[in-house]
């Protein structure tokens, strides 16, 4: 059996990361359908799927809780008990609430943190809070011991690696002297110092006196849970260290997608995280030996625009075979950066797009089948 298979019988988390738009959250799902259809009951965190592939898995935005597939479905896609697939789109703002109801013990004080206008506009926007929702998300459906398998797809970050930075970001931020200046003063004396007041003055000046006040009130909240959340991360990046977790990098044959991948993967050595395979989506690699159009396609009085006709094939062609063997060229490259146990796999482009259980499936078939596999030798 592949080593991807290996994973998806025996660990308990596989994070699926990667640059955005390369296809994690198609070979997240891809891989939630595999591992239900082999009698694990798995449930699939999904960040932003495509609209039809939300309709596949019946999932839609804001649901407090996962939405298990109907069983008729599951049946069709080949899931059968104890097999079964959930899914959860995750939403950083409800994420964010049950973190602050958990944080905040005083329910009241949790219900005025939530309702600041600035809360509900900012938490999107701190850098690194997605990525660290997402990680909230996970280890608490971890934590409640109802799935065999939790598939986290990871937000799109436009660097794959701020996921794995989201305490240290997280803390730059609220340690910074931005942040620092909207805090009011810690013992309510006014603004202690003149720069703190020159800030407080153009800053009522360009948001008004209403929601600087506003301002005020949120960000002094919430630097009080941040200690309590910085510590959640750093437990949760342990807890990522254990061997019944596994990432997964996923990548496409671009050169940005590939340089990010290549330094994410320097980083998950870096910080101990169990690096299990290298995806390359979309890649043109298997195509060998294709016969190149010639003469023999012509017609037997070819006119000049059948000549010009098969001219512009040709260079067609070629322009295909060229991207053929660079892509072989970097599945190679791939296997040989790759450590030993990393297995690298390659998946080609499947016309028509991924975006129902079907598709899903196929892709499955294709990520377990060990032809697709290559390990450095
Ligand atoms: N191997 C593939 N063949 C065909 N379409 C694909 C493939 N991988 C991904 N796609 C399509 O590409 C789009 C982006 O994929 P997605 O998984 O949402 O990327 P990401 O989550 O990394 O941003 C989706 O519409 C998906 O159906
Ligand atoms: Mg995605």
């Known amino acids: 059996m592949s080593l991807l ?31 239900a259809q082999d009698g694990r009951r798995v449930l699939v965190l999904t960040t932003d799927p495509s609209k039809r592939l939300a309709e596949a898995l019946g999932v839609t935005a804001n649901t407090p809780d996962p939405v298990r597939v109907r069983p008729e479905r599951e049946a069709e896609a080949g899931i059968r008990p104890p097999g079964a697939l959930s899914a959860w789109m995750l939403d950083p703002k409800l994420v964010s609430d049950a973190t602050v109801r958990r944080l905040v013990k005083d329910p009241q004080r949790a219900r005025e943190l939530m309702d600041n206008p600035i809360y509900q506009q900012v938490t999107q926007m701190i850098a690194g809070m997605q990525e660290y929702t997402a990680m909230e998300a996970l280890h608490g459906f971890v934590a409640r011991d109802e799935y065999d398998l939790v598939i986290l797809d990871t937000p799109p970050a436009r660097n794959a690696l701020n996921f794995l930075d989201a305490p240290r970001r997280l803390g730059e931020f609220l340690d910074g002297r931005i942040f620092q200046m909207l805090l009011p003063d810690r013992d309510g004396r006014g603004f202690g110092g003149t720069t703190r007041r020159m800030a407080g003055r153009v800053l009522s000046g360009v948001f008004g006196e209403e929601f600087y006040a506003d301002l005020q009130v949120f960000f002094s909240a919430f630097s009080s849970i941040f200690a309590q959340l910085n510590g959640n991360a750093q437990r949760m990046r342990q807890r990522m260290q254990q061997d019944d977790v596994v990432f997964l990098l996923v990548t496409s044959p671009v050169r940005t997608a590939l340089d990010d991948a290549l330094y994410f993967e320097d980083r998950i050595r870096e910080l101990e995280l169990p690096l299990g395979g290298l995806i390359l989506n979309r890649s043109r690699h298997l195509a060998e030996h294709r016969p190149m159009p010639g003469p023999e396609l012509l017609p037997p009085h070819a006119t000049d625009a059948h000549h010009r006709a098969l001219k512009a094939l040709q260079k067609l062609a070629e322009r295909e075979r060229r991207h053929e063997a660079e892509h072989r060229e970097l599945v190679d490259t791939l296997v040989q950066h790759a450590a030993k146990d990393i297995e ?34």
């Open 5 to 35: 298979g290996q994973h998806l019988r025996q660990k308990l988390v596989i994070i699926c990361c990667g640059a955005g738009g390369v296809g994690k959250t198609t070979t997240s799902a891809a891989l939630a359908v595999a591992a």
């Open 344 to 377: 690298v796999l390659t998946v080609p482009e499947f016309p028509g797009g991924i975006d129902d259980l079907e598709g899903l499936g196929a892709l499955a078939r294709w990520l377990l089948d060990d032809a697709h596999a290559r390990v450095r030798d």
